[in-house]
């Protein structure tokens, strides 16, 4: 029976949101083209995540080692080799994170096999593997043949896929570990987490975005009175944590938060793919730019092509003054 593998990620515990999304997705392939869909969650004391799993999946490839405990590209590598060689399948995804960034370059070379990554969409036609990637800074779609191998590894993109949830009840199948001695080339020392500024931007309801439009550092306060007046959180993109006006905890997208909040304003942000990857998830969006032509409305519910400083305190009164009647 043909397969196709989804490999877990997970960390400190928390499988990652790319592992579901993938599994969503990987779940249509699978039915498409006949085949498995099989989530694969490699580690120590993860049965609980394989149990999890069996709900998106109908087969979980358990394999338990204390070797496997922390994320270890050299380990998975010489693990997940030893799967895909036994069980052939006919695709195996892997989140484009700093996690699959690291594992499946290094996984398709010492298998001989052909890498998609960084891909915003994934279907076959016939035994063909079509895979969609952006170009251009997201200006461009586009969809590319892979070679005809018979197997194929691909990194999806974060956020690339909804999730949506079946209870599968698949089945947990352990795998004994191929490890037979100890990988020291490569080893996990800690987890280094950044400084956090006591915002959790994952966490709000209302985010208001701030990008390059936002002009100076001396214009943020403005902004930041009105998100606290629709009761939100400051937040930014790429830029302006480059420039050091806000914190990193701050930055939405690829490279910094994925976020979902009910609302999400997006104040002189063009758009560029990394950042609308990390919020283009969110119950509303609410763009405003002096570009028409910015790529941040092709992702908006509501647009206005104004300069946002003419929005902002205009805005936060009427919010103001709203609340204030309410009262």
């Known amino acids: 029976m043909l397969e196709i593998f989804v490999l877990t990620e997970h960390r400190q515990g928390q499988i990652r949101d790319i592992t579901f999304e993938m599994l969503t997705k990987g779940r249509d392939l699978a039915e498409k083209a006949g085949a498995d869909l099989t989530a694969v969650v490699l580690g120590k004391d993860v049965r609980e995540h394989a149990k999890t799993l ?54 398709a070379a010492a298998l001989k096999l052909p890498l998609a990554s960084d891909c915003i969409n994934i279907e076959f036609e016939g035994a063909t593997l079509l895979i969609t990637r952006q170009m251009y800074g997201g200006k461009v779609n586009v969809k590319a043949t892979v070679r005809k191998v018979g ?74 009175e009105l998100a606290r007046s629709l009761g939100g959180v400051l937040a930014c993109s790429r830029p302006i944590v480059d420039k050091g006006w806000l914190p990193n905890d701050r930055q939405v997208g690829t490279s910094g938060k994925i976020v979902k909040p009910k609302l999400y304003i997006a104040l002189g942000i063009s758009g560029a793919f990394q950042h609308v990857l990390g919020m283009k998830s969110s119950d509303l969006i609410i763009a405003v730019n002096k570009d028409p032509n910015a790529p941040v409305f092709n992702f908006s519910d509501y647009g206005v092509v104004e300069d946002l400083f003419k929005l902002v305190s205009p805005l936060k009164n009427k919010i103001c003054e709203l609340k204030g009647h309410k009262i």
Not at 154 to 172: C, D
Request: glycine share 6%.
């Open 54 to 107: 069996s709900e998106y999946a109908k087969k979980v490839l358990l394999v338990e080692d204390k070797r496997l405990e922390n994320f270890n590209s050299e380990v998975y590598k010489k693990v997940l080799s030893d799967l895909i060689n036994k069980h052939k399948p006919l695709l195996i995804m892997i989140g484009h994170t700093s996690f699959g960034v690291d594992l499946a370059p290094s996984l």
């Open 151 to 224: 197997c194929y590894i691909v990194t999806v993109r974060q956020a690339a896929f909804s999730v949506q949830k079946l209870s599968m009840n698949g089945e947990i199948i352990e795998k004994s570990s191929s490890l037979t001695e100890e990988i020291t080339s490569k080893r996990f020392i800690k987890y280094v987490s950044p400084p956090l500024s006591g915002v959790d931007i994952t966490a709000a309801d209302v985010l208001v975005g701030v990008g390059r439009g936002i002009k100076d550092e001396s214009n943020i306060p403005a902004v930041e």
